[in-house]
């Protein structure tokens, strides 16, 4: 595959540090960070790494993570070993951090966190810099984090600490969050503020669908002089979205908010588990949908800080983020659909060996959004911004 052209307009960076990839939460657990990896491995047979700058992520330091996090949950999580599960003397702890099954105590884990929170405050430096005008960190995006507990896979919020640090050079910063997941943990660490403003896309059941919260009158606090009132937008889905309808829906409801709010900058948490065939989630996107969304935000040419997040079908998502990263450096037409024969493991990638399978059509899911429904969120997203300036 020849290498592709180094885009003359602006720069790429990509923020990664290989030692976050073999951390292990255990052999049951939906989340891989091997698919990083993946994803690193189609990047480099494509020859995108030529067209970007690449650097090694360092770890946050413990100050750095303190910015937002308190010391005594960060305490904890760099003292946890993974026999204090079963110990009574720490489960006082465990309970009231939030570690069990969704958010085991594993081999490592504080190195693992401190490197990818590492890699989201170095793109966003570089970012506020001005050496870099769109900055990936694929192992970030960690959503569900609060300041003193571990929630849903996340340990330390890498979007917080990336977003406060956007914030010391731009007034306003925009977050846009295409996780299937609720991005709670942002939301509520910028709760009471009008300098982010939290634009999650999700799967909503109160009830049955983790974290439960992001209802569409979830919009900041209730009191008219808290400035963080209706700064947190939110747009609840049910299953089966399909590119069409979702597309759609992102433009007329991002497109108004950033021409709106006019951030000077922008927070993309890029989730694959929004697509079609993800072990956990349950919309019907396929990677080119997932992808014009991130293509969609780029037009704005605004400062991008673009992170992962979840994604539990690792073949699909390295193929999503590895066509996000072609988008990033607008190269997405110089890319062969058909996976290279030299990239590493590429057995992944059968039978099709596509960037692009047909994943909204090898499980069958009917879309539980009516047309109705998606006009109705759009009608109150635009009734929501009229509390909004720039
Ligand atoms: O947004 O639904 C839950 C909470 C539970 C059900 C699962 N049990 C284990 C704990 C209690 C109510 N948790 C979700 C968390 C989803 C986090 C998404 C993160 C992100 O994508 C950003 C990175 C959940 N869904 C599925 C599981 N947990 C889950 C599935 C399978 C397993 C194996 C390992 C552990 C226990 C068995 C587990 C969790
Ligand atoms: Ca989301
Ligand atoms: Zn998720």
Known sequence: QNAIPRPSGYRVSWHANPDVEPHHFGSSHPMKPWRLTLTKQLVMAYGMHHAMDLYLARAATYEELAEFHHTDYLDFLQQVMPGDMEKPEKSESIVKYNFGDDCPIFNGLYEYCSLYAGGSLDAARKLCNNQSEIAINWSGGLHHAKKGEA?????????????????????????????????????QAFWSTDRVLTVSFHKYDKDNFFPGTGARDSTGPSHPLNPGAHHALNVPLHDGIDDKSYIQLFKDIVGPCIETYKPGAIALQCGADSLGCDRLGCFNLNVGAHGACVAYVKTFNLPLLVVGGGGYTPRNVSRAWAHETSILLDAADLIDPNIPETVTFRNHFGPDYSLFPPLSEMRKLDNKNSRAYLN???????????????
Do not use: A, K, T
């Open 151 to 187: 929630s849903g896979f996340c340990y330390v919020n890498d979007i917080v600490l990336g977003i406060l640090q956007l914030l010391r050079h731009h007034p306003r910063v925009m977050y846009v969050d295409i996780d299937v997941h609720h991005g709670d943990g942002v939301e």
């Open 376 to 390: 109705g969120l759009v009608q109150s997203v635009r009734e929501q911004l009229r509390y909004i300036r720039g």
